[in-house]
């Protein structure tokens, strides 16, 4: 990558749904929307850089935008890169503990 990143421009918000809440407490596994551009090793990099955390491994999925009706006209969503982080064991992430 010709441009360097920063660790809080890579990930953009956490994803809390039933499911990723779920799989954080089973699995430790957490869900975050991510920069297009970045690759595993920089979501990897940055997460452990801002939740100061050892990350196993690094999950990610190019997320089709959806179809959305307004009005008369059709429009799309934009698409966007979803990262599932896996954590040691026995570690918490503070931000995701009030959920």
Known sequence: ??????AYEIIKRPILTEKSLAQKE???KLHFEVDRRANKI???KAV????K?????VRT???KGRK???GRYW???PDWKKAIVTIKPGQRVEFFEGV
């Open 1 to 6: 990558m010709s441009e360097e990143l920063k």
């Open 26 to 28: 089973q699995y430790n």
């Open 42 to 44: 920089e979501i990897k």
């Open 48 to 51: 452990e850089q801002i939740f």
């Open 53 to 57: 955390v050892d990350v196993i491994s």
């Open 61 to 63: 999925i190019n997320v």
């Open 68 to 70: 959305k009706r307004v």
């Open 75 to 77: 429009t799309r969503t």
